[in-house]
T-cell receptor
Framework: DTAVSQTPKYLVTQMGNDKSIKCEQN?????MYWYKQDSKKFLKIMFSYNNKELIINETVPNRFSPKSPDKAHLNLHINSLELGDSAVYFCASSQEGRPTGELFFGEGSRLTVL | DAKTTQPNSMESNEEEPVHLPCNHSTISGTDYIHWYRQLPSQGPEYVIH???SNVNNRMASLAIAEDRKSSTLILHRATLRDAAVYYC???????????FGAGTTVTVRA
């Protein structure tokens, strides 16, 4: 059983399209994240949800809209895709409330915008 | 965010120990020191974390300086599978954000 699973793993699309990436965790965690890793390999946090509430929004364009229907799911919808959106997107989850909660990451979703 | 400084890269031979340094001179009293690593084409994975005392787990050891301004991740016997980017990150209690820097790229020679 994969702890944090993302779909799709690969996504190739044209500029201007709208696409979604889904994430599910079966760890019973209460916090989920989206990270973006660009071609220079820097990992940047985009969003974080705790118990379905948005707690981190790191100056991400409005074209990016996360949605958390329940604690186990955090989806990422991207409108009007641009070339610069090409990257690997990682979902992660953690259980907060402990002194420090380790993050469990998915395998990533590679988005290529042509 | 409190910052960390790591060497860009390190090389090691298989089955030899690897010592990965991390400087964090502006660390605050509530910051935990976390280490994650990212294997090629995979998501980051947790390695170890500590506050003041040295820590050991099945993957690695973490040695923390007495003044907490630096730490060292120790891989006791490197294997080819340990080739990855290793990230040293400070994270305060209650801080949901885990901020990654450039990390150290570890190469293991057979």
């Amino acid at each position: 059983d994969t702890a944090v699973s993302q779909t799709p793993k690969y996504l190739v699309t044209q500029m201007g399209n709208d696409k979604s990436i889904k994430c599910e965790q079966n760890l019973g965690h209460d916090t989920m994240y989206w990270y973006k890793q660009d071609s220079k390999k820097f990992l940047k946090i985009m969003f974080s949800y705790n118990n379905k509430e948005l707690i981190i929004n790191e100056t991400v364009p409005n074209r990016f809209s996360p949605k958390s229907p329940d604690k186990a799911h955090l989806n990422l919808h991207i409108n009007s895709l641009e070339l610069g959106d090409s990257a690997v997107y990682f979902c992660a989850s953690s259980q907060e409330g402990r002194p420090t909660g380790e993050l469990f990451f998915g395998e990533g979703s590679r988005l290529t915008v042509l | 965010d409190a910052k960390t400084t790591q060497p860009n890269s390190m090389e090691s031979n298989e089955e030899e120990p690897v010592h990965l340094p991390c400087n964090h001179s502006t660390i605050s009293g509530t910051d935990y020191i976390h280490w994650y690593r990212q294997l090629p084409s995979q998501g980051p994975e947790y390695v170890i974390h500590g506050l003041t005392s040295n820590v050991n787990n099945r993957m690695a050891s973490l040695a923390i300086a007495e003044d907490r301004k630096s730490s060292t991740l120790i891989l006791h016997r490197a294997t080819l599978r340990d080739a990855a980017v290793y990230y040293c990150i400070l994270r305060a209690v209650g801080d949901y954000k885990l901020s990654f820097g450039a990390g150290t790229t570890v190469t293991v020679r057979a």
